[in-house]
């Protein structure tokens, strides 16, 4: 999402005048464009599709809600936050999940938003006389978006409406797809499509936008959630051999607002947040996740579970991703603070992805900050590109991905000066992988994703993929997980009152 873009939906300005409600309601609004006159000109197009970006930011954190459905909902993280705030949140965490919750609500609504403003972008931007690469570009663009916010629409809810085209309300009375129909004639084409359209990269105030390696990247994990490997395989090894991505010397660095976009080789696809802005565009998850102290309410904590999954070695060092990704007793914090785990009163972690320091993002501005939500990065890719070359039957080839994630991460003390030991690798720290059996190839994998991509809210959706075995006994201490009942989430209440098609 570009870093200063305002939305399609233009603000009424009223201005009202101390004689009184009658002299108001003659006065003119200003800046209000009828439908009929818009979308006429390139600019507008450039508007309309920049529109279509804005439900990716987490810039008001109530309306987002993917990291309850991917970290909360998983055995990663549980609400935190002062007890009783954001009850709803807590229905999830504990699988008490009715229709009428609002984290339903709040992630269906928008989500719809999305697809409706890339619907608009696609019907109206072909016949303004523009531009004709740019119009290829935007409705690539669109493409892409729509495939995004379908792909995690069916991830949370399953089988759900299917809109390709702007509708008035007394047409949306639409039963639902079937999750095989929206991935083979939605989101598979769309992607297919954008590739053709989008470019490698940009420059300038473009910077931001999504290029033909992120719809190359997003078709590959389309491929994988279903379970079609070859394809996956075939498809990431397009974005590996493109030779445009690499993975950063200092794992941290991806998570840090002076390395965003082309200044982070890592980043594929990353939701763009800017901070001081009217109205505002940063990220307000850095004030969610942050600890009072700093001026935040310390919600999506980190389970013991989730820091028993990392790596030690025989002379106590750790994986140095977990002091990257989770805030722990007695360790370095941001501010030059050391963490106390009183600042975490349900589980004593707090993650530290998504925060900045004060001396970036001052209390006042807690939950403005300018730090962005990388949707795909690089790592993320070459696991997938692992895990598809394991499940055709190539463990063997699966090794070799999987081990470039896994160096990167011990020599991160070759390049990081706070790392103790500096700049040498403790012993033991991250062997690679050397067994080829299949079964414990996929078990590598699966480790390596929990510890590489934690708190970047894809766990759950992970868990729900790998089989009802595999989520029964991650989520065992959830008593309530029913994995029949909960690999969705049902249909919000307030949908099904408004689309009489609708069944559950």
């Known amino acids: 999402m570009k870093k200063y873009i305002l939305p399609v939906v233009l603000i009424f300005l009223l201005f009202l005048s101390n004689t009184g409600c009658k002299k108001f309601i003659t006065k003119e609004i200003v800046g209000d464009y009828p439908e009929s006159q818009f979308y006429k000109t390139q600019a507008q197009a450039i508007l309309a599709i920049n529109a279509a970006y804005q439900p990716l930011a987490f810039t008001n954190a109530n309306n987002n809600r993917l990291w309850v459905f991917g970290d909360v909902a998983s055995d990663d993280a549980v609400k935190g936050g002062i007890a009783g705030d954001q009850s709803d949140i807590e229905l999830i965490d504990k699988f008490n999940v009715t229709p009428i919750n609002g984290n339903l609500e709040a992630m269906w609504g928008l989500l719809y938003e999305g697809i409706t403003r890339c619907n608009i972008v696609l019907a109206k931007v072909p016949s303004i006389s523009m531009d004709q690469a740019l119009q290829s570009r935007i409705l690539g663009e669109a493409k892409f978006l729509r495939a995004w916010y379908y792909f995690t629409l069916v991830n949370i809810f399953g089988d759900v409406p299917v809109i390709l085209e702007p509708k008035n309300a007394a047409d949306l009375q639409i039963t639902q797809s079937p999750v095989a129909d929206i991935f083979h004639n939605v989101i598979e084409p769309d992607l297919t499509d954008a590739a053709t359209k989008l470019p490698e990269k940009y420059s300038g105030a473009d910077v931001g936008r999504v290029t033909n390696g992120a719809a190359t990247a997003l078709l590959a994990k389309a491929y994988l959630f279903q379970g079609q490997w070859e394809l996956a395989a075939v498809t990431a090894a397009k974005v590996i051999n493109s030779n445009r991505y690499s993975l950063n010397q200092i794992y941290s660095r991806n998570f840090d607002a002076k390395y965003k976009n082309n200044a982070n080789p890592e980043s594929i696809f990353e939701v763009q947040h800017l901070t001081g802005q009217d109205p505002q565009t940063g990220n307000q998850l850095n004030q969610y996740f942050a600890p009072q102290v700093d001026g935040g309410y310390f919600f999506n904590a980190p389970t013991q579970n989730f820091v028993n999954e990392f790596e030690v070695t025989g002379n106590g060092v750790y994986d140095p991703r977990l002091d990257y990704t989770v805030g722990r007793d007695t360790m370095p914090w941001y501010n030059g603070e050391i963490f106390n785990k009183d600042w975490s009163p349900e589980t004593g972690y707090l993650t530290k992805k998504h925060q900045q320091p004060l001396s970036e993002i001052p209390k006042a501005l807690k939950g403005d900050a300018s730090i962005d939500y990388i949707a795909i990065r690089y790592a993320d890719v070459l696991l997938w590109y692992a895990e598809a070359l394991n ?114």
């Open 391 to 504: 499940e055709s039957g190539r463990p063997a080839e699966a090794l070799v991905p999987l081990n470039q994630v896994r160096k990167r991460a011990r020599e991160s003390y070759l390049y990081d000066n706070t790392l103790p030991g500096y700049p040498n690798i403790p012993a033991n720290l991250l062997p690679d992988i050397q067994y080829t059996n299949q079964s414990d190839v996929r078990k590598a994998i699966q480790h390596e994703r929990r510890v590489e991509l934690g708190f970047e809210f894809h766990r759950y959706f992970d868990l729900i993929r790998w089989g009802e075995d595999y989520a029964k006994q991650a989520l065992q201490d959830k008593p309530n997980f029913n994995y029949a009942i909960n690999k969705h989430f049902p249909i919000p209440q307030s949908e099904r009152d408004r689309n009489k098609a609708l069944h559950y």
